[in-house]
């Protein structure tokens, strides 16, 4: 893993905030713990708190506020469980958290508050790939975590290896928050293995929410995975102070498009515990997708979904219009 940091007193003088934020800062990562990327951490000092990108991992006050219907495990993560690290809730694909570790700690997360530390795939790989293996029924991996990518190329090399091996298998999918904030991870042996794999072209799924992640270093990553074949997804989470503004949904969905990568899900907040000050009200996203496609070309314009705990898909948010009470405030 590159570098990071961790410590909130060392945030604080890095990104040169008030002494006085200290406090919050330390209080809410004790909650779930404060992590950046050395990239960002670099990237984003001295930026105000209200930046886009500040907003995502700067650990605040309002993460200790209580709110009614944002609980623990908003998703249900724990009920699909087919082996340690192994979750399966759709037909066809099953998603492997390969490991807990991420490059950065976003204070939206929804596994902020999951138990992984002792359920991930790297730790229980036997049988994972038994259950894989045992399951004809099941096409596509999807390697997901935390951040598979937060193992070394290889780890990752021998698990995709083991997974090539499997015959029913078609499908290799990662779905990866590193190259938009650790770009350095996205090395030769990296690009290699998406290459050569058996599953090529390898499906990779990119987190970024706001254009502005996508700066000169990211985007040479973006491009190195193009050139391995691999199809580019994005996903993002629509985020109150991050990305709630048509502007900047079209902004974001544009820099993609133009790194070819095309926008594929734009999530609902998941409610978890801790991350109530990020939700964009569903009536208030769907005029913003809305306009949106409006705007765009289809293709630019990603699927509004939320995740329903017990669906056998993620549910797709109609684009119908909203009702005058759910105008924006
Ligand atoms: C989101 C998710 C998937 C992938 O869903 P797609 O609609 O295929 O992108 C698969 N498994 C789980 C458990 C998921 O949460
Ligand atoms: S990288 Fe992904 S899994 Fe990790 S904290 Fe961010 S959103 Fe959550």
């Keep these: 893993m590159p570098p990071s940091l961790t410590d909130p007193a060392d945030l604080v003088r890095r990104w ?8 919050d800062v330390a209080e809410a990562s004790a909650r779930f713990p404060l992590k950046l990327s050395d990239h960002l951490a670099e990237r984003l000092a001295g930026l105000p708190p209200d930046d886009p990108r500040v907003r995502q991992f700067l650990p605040s006050a309002d993460e ?11 998703v249900g993560d724990a009920k ?11 037909r066809g694909r099953a998603l492997v958290i390969a490991t807990a570790a991420c490059p950065v700690h976003c ?14 795939a790297v730790n229980h790989w036997p049988e994972v790939l038994g259950a894989l293996r045992g399951d004809p029924e099941i096409h596509e991996v999807i390697l997901s975590g935390g951040d598979p990518l937060s193992l070394s190329n290889a780890v990752l090399s021998r698990m995709v290896r083991e997974l090539e091996a499997i015959p029913h298998l078609t499908r290799l999918r990662i779905h990866t928050r590193f190259p938009t904030t650790s770009p350095g991870r996205v090395d030769d042996e990296l690009a290699a293995l998406l290459a050569g794999t058996r599953f090529a072209p390898a499906v990779v799924v990119l987190h970024v929410n706001h254009a502005t992640e996508l700066d000169t270093e990211v985007s040479l990553a973006v491009r190195r995975l193009r050139a391995t074949g691999a199809v580019l997804l994005s996903q993002s989470v629509l985020l109150r102070g991050v990305n709630d503004s048509e502007d900047a949904l079209a ?24 991350a109530g000050h990020f939700e964009v009200p ?19 314009v990603p699927k ?9 898909a993620k549910t797709l948010v109609p684009l119908t219009a909203p009702s005058p009470s759910g105008a924006r405030e």
């Design 304 to 312: 509004l979904v939320r995740e329903l705990s017990g669906e056998r």
């Design 16 to 23: 040169r905030l008030p002494e006085a934020a200290l406090p």
């Design 80 to 90: 699909v469980q087919r082996a340690p690290g192994l979750l399966q809730k759709y």
């Design 107 to 120: 204070r939206y997360c929804f596994r902020r508050e999951y138990p992984y530390a002792d359920a991930s």
């Design 282 to 300: 569903e009536p208030e996203a769907v005029a913003l997708v809305r306009a949106l496609a409006d705007r765009l070309p289809g293709y630019l």
């Design 251 to 274: 902004a974001l969905s544009e820099a993609l498009g133009a790194l070819g990568v095309v926008p594929y899900y734009l999530h609902l907040l998941d409610r978890v515990r801790g």
């Design 64 to 74: 200790l506020v209580e709110r009614e219907g944002f609980v623990s495990d908003p």
